[in-house]
């Protein structure tokens, strides 16, 4: 197990366990890092989010070796998200009225001031072997992307901001499949 710092880790557990209360994981799904030169914190492989506790968390260094559990298989992508922005926190999650909107489309657009302000529009990057640069990328210009039929992977400076836009872009995906199924009724 790892001496994860007292503040980092009441965050870990407090956006974890938000992610899951409010449906925007499964109990298994999902996951978080934070950075900490060298290299970052972040959720074990298959952990619960909504119940993290120390022993979850995995300390891993630039040239790939960790310490702790098995990191997330995501690890990889994370490490590319912290080379190429200046993000210190990463949220991967998986915002179901979003993900049935990223099948359609490459780009969202909001239609709600919250959405624009925020977020002005989300890319919807495709599954393949260049997804975690395609991502990486996006996330420079970008507060929150979309891997096609997936989920969201939102940066902040902390995981509380990185929080808000994946919720923001949620909300703005429920209240688009509302409009949507109102012209169609
Ligand atoms: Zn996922």
Redo the contacts with the bound molecule.
């Keep these: 197990m790892v001496n994860v710092p007292a503040g980092v880790m009441r965050e870990f557990q407090e956006v974890g366990r938000d992610l899951y209360q409010l449906a925007l994981v499964t109990s298994h799904?999902?996951?978080l890092s934070v950075r900490e030169q060298p290299g970052m914190w972040i959720t074990g492989t298959g952990t619960m989010l909504g119940r993290l506790a120390e022993r979850h968390i995995s300390r891993v260094f630039p040239d790939g070796r960790s310490e702790g559990p098995q990191p997330s298989s995501?690890t990889v992508l994370h490490h590319t998200i912290y080379a190429v922005t200046g993000a210190n926190a990463v949220v991967?999650a998986?915002p179901r009225h979003a993900i049935a909107l990223s099948f359609e489309t490459d780009k969202f657009v909001p239609g709600d001031f919250e959405g624009q302000l925020h977020l002005t529009d989300v890319p919807v990057v495709a599954a393949g072997p260049r997804q975690s640069e395609q991502i990486a990328a996006l996330l420079e210009s970008r507060l929150v992307v979309l891997l096609r039929g997936?989920?969201a992977y939102a940066r902040g400076k902390t995981l509380w901001e990185a929080l808000h836009w994946l919720t923001a872009l949620e909300e703005s995906a429920q209240i688009e499949a509302i409009r949507r199924s109102r012209r169609q009724s």
């Design positions: 799904g999902g996951n995501d991967h998986h997936h989920g």
